[in-house]
Structure formats: structure tokens, C-alpha cells
């Protein structure tokens, strides 16, 4: 059975910064790509930052350079480091899998619980 579980969301200020994490296993195989999304009330999911299994990564373009995704090990295993939080990146974060598509548009098969994050001004 797979399971994704993430933790590391808290409260913090404009301009601090998070890092999160995703432990999951369970997978018959290394997942082909993992992912973070984020959930905010009146958008829909959307995908925050991609990573395929040969490290090869992918942004939300308004997180560029403020946000950067990294394998665990095993690489089922991701975590994001969220700097220069903005009151905009609040939302709920889920780890994500695919066994074959990656990148902003993909379409994940497997999912976490979420992890809250809040950024106030």
C-alpha cells in the first residue's frame, strides 16, 4: 500500500522560510516523479514544484528561485525549502507521485494528507 505523509507546515511571517517533507513508500518501484502541490480556497490544485527520478526538476513559475525541490533517500523519500515565504504561498502542500508523467501539468496517482502552510504579513 502506498503511503505519503508530510510534515514540516507551520505559521510564519513574510519573507521566513519552510522546508517539508514527504516520506512515502509502499510504491513497486521508485516513482518516476514526485511532486508538491498546493491547494488554496478558490484555486485549483496546482502543482508548486516536480522532480523526476533523474533529479531533473520543474517550478510554479511564481516560486522560481524562491522554492527548490530535492530527492530524499530513497528518492521516494522529497522535501521542499521554501524561502522568501510571501502571504501569497499559503495553502495546503501534498506531496504527490507518478509512475509516468512530470512537470506542472502532470496528473499524480498517489497522494498525501497535506501539510498546512501559513504566511502572514
Known amino acids: 500500500q502506498v503511503q505519503l505523509v508530510e510534515s514540516g507546515g507551520d505559521s510564519v511571517q513574510a519573507g521566513g522560510s519552510l522546508r517539508l517533507s514527504c516520506a512515502s513508500s509502499g510504491y513497486p518501484s521508485i516513482p518516476y516523479c514526485m511532486a508538491w502541490f498546493r491547494q488554496t480556497p478558490g484555486i485549483e490544485r496546482e502543482a508548486v514544484a516536480t522532480i523526476r527520478v533523474d533529479g531533473r526538476s520543474t517550478y510554479l513559475e511564481s516560486v522560481k528561485d524562491r522554492f527548490s525541490i530535492s530527492h530524499g533517500n530513497p528518492k521516494s523519500n522529497v522535501f521542499l525549502e521554501m524561502n522568501n515565504l510571501k502571504p501569497e504561498d499559503t495553502g495546503t502542500y501534498y506531496c504527490?507521485?507518478?509512475?509516468?508523467?512530470?512537470?506542472?501539468?502532470?496528473?499524480?496517482?498517489?497522494w498525501g494528507r497535506g501539510t498546512r502552510v501559513t504566511v502572514s504579513s
Open positions: 504527490a507521485a507518478s509512475p509516468n508523467s512530470c512537470g506542472v501539468s502532470m496528473s499524480p496517482i498517489y
